[in-house]
């Protein structure tokens, strides 16, 4: 009889350590990233962000967006710049701040090792920049179109990809020169989906009306 209870207890500690593997993964990256860069490479990796700043700026102060809705219903939607521009500043508060907790930078704000900004909270952080892009791109490919928008954020994408990549591989200067530029094609992007409505031309003659 006392064998069938001893040989059941390790069940729930290697159920707790599977469900667990991926926060011990995320914090394995936490402490590579801070371990491999310098300071002023955080920093740097950092400001790759101001690009999502800037476009959400300039897009608040447009009068108009020249969209090109794919349902007639949202083109109003579509063409606000305070709708678009809250969603781009959104994008950046979140992108920015995660990774400036990714990387520790401003210990008072930061470095809080049971608090705010426990591993746990950061993690939440990066799945929340995670769904802001991946909204951002669904409002695009609503607004904009799926030919304007794939084109554009293409390159970016494949520049997310090897930086993943990388930082699973633990390359992590790899993965904050990859992500970095990902940071800051994908803001040029944004840029050329949202204020250039005729380029590249949509293939077989088909036009985007503005």
Not at 15 to 33: I, S, Y
Request: charged share 10%.
């Amino acid at each position: 009889m006392a064998s069938g209870p001893a040989m059941r207890t390790p069940e729930p500690e290697y159920v707790v350590l599977v469900a667990d593997a991926p926060q011990q993964a995320f914090e394995r990256h936490l402490r590579g990233v801070n371990s491999a860069l310098s300071a002023p490479a955080r920093w740097a990796f950092v400001a790759t962000n101001l690009g999502y700043w800037a476009i959400a700026v300039r897009t608040l102060a447009a009068h108009s967006v020249p969209s090109a809705a794919v349902l007639d219903c949202l083109s109003t939607l579509c063409a606000s710049p305070i709708f678009e521009g809250v969603l781009l500043l959104l994008m950046a508060i979140v992108s920015t701040y995660f990774h400036g907790a990714q990387c520790r930078l401003l210990p008072p704000l930061y470095c809080e090792p049971d608090g705010l900004h426990a591993p746990r909270w950061v993690r939440l952080m990066c799945r929340c920049d995670v769904v802001c892009a991946l909204s951002l791109l669904g409002v695009s490919l609503l607004c904009f179109g799926p030919w304007h928008t794939c084109v554009w954020i293409a390159a970016p994408a494949l520049l997310f990809l090897i930086g993943r990549t990388a930082k699973r591989r633990a390359a992590y200067h790899a993965y904050a020169l990859a992500h970095g530029l990902w940071h800051v094609l994908s803001a040029a992007a944004v840029w050329q989906i949202l204020f250039n409505p005729g380029a590249p031309p949509v293939p077989f003659g088909s036009a985007i009306h503005a």
